[in-house]
């Protein structure tokens, strides 16, 4: 199993360009998020999805938008970035364990600088 | 809303010290997972612990081991004669019951150096 996979690992973007954080898990979790981290904070969640078809927004979802088609894949789309969205993304994915979600596993996370 | 506080911002140790790595959370469920994960220079976070609500049981792991305290909303952390390569940002994290699946709170790290 690769686990969770993200590309790119590096990425430069100028203001008001748009891209997508591709991620990827191969154990068929139902769940999937995003996070970001900047610097000298802990990780803050962005959107999930707890399966095809069906997102949600999380603590902060402003500028960017997600689809999720497939188990598999969960990308994030920033529509047109902004230098505040200067961060390290983290995919995690997990899987329903009874009444409680099982452990997240995170990607290697991208890191993402916008001039 | 819940919230997880890790007062240390950092902390540097001597090798071969005992450290305590301090977590506070808050939620208003009574059902809950607690975690604490690694985040060493390479950047990416290494999963160390789950925690359920119901089970306050003490757990050691070679040198780790974590004290978890319902009544004072706490789970800390302890290192037991620390090494170099233990030098990381560790956070604490706190996952709500399944209604809030593949959400986890994260506090904002707390950054060991551990000198030689």
């Known amino acids: 199993n690769a686990g969770v996979t993200q590309t790119p690992k590096f990425q430069v973007l100028k203001t008001g360009q748009s891209m997508t954080l591709q991620c990827a898990q191969d154990m068929n979790h139902e769940y999937m998020s995003w996070y970001r981290q900047d610097p000298g904070m802990g990780l803050r969640l962005i959107h999930y999805?707890?399966?095809?078809?069906?997102?949600d927004q999380g603590e902060v979802p402003n500028g960017y938008n997600v689809s999720r088609s497939t188990t598999e894949d969960f990308p994030l789309r920033l529509l047109s970035a902004a230098p505040s969205q200067t961060s390290v993304y983290f995919c995690?994915?997990?899987?329903?364990?009874?009444?409680?979600?099982?452990?997240?596993?995170f990607g290697p996370g991208t890191r993402l600088t916008v001039l | 809303a819940q919230k997880v506080t890790q007062a240390q911002t950092e902390i540097s140790v001597v090798e071969k010290e005992d450290v305590t790595l301090d977590c506070v959370y808050e939620t208003r469920d009574t059902t809950y997972y607690l975690f604490w994960y690694k985040q060493p220079p390479s950047g990416e976070l290494v999963f160390l612990i789950r925690r359920n609500s119901f089970d306050e049981q003490n757990e050691i792991s070679g040198r780790y081991s974590w004290n978890f305290q319902k009544s004072t909303s706490s789970f800390n952390f302890t290192i037991t004669a620390s090494q170099v390569v233990d030098s990381a940002v560790y956070f604490c994290?706190?996952?709500?019951?399944?209604?809030?699946?593949?959400?986890?709170?994260f506090g904002d790290g707390t950054t060991l150096t551990v000198k030689p």
């Open positions: 999805s707890v399966g095809a078809g069906i997102t």
């Open positions: 995690a994915s997990s899987e329903p364990a009874g009444d409680f979600t099982d452990t997240q596993y």
């Open positions: 994290a706190l996952s709500e019951v399944n209604t809030n699946a593949g959400k986890s709170t």
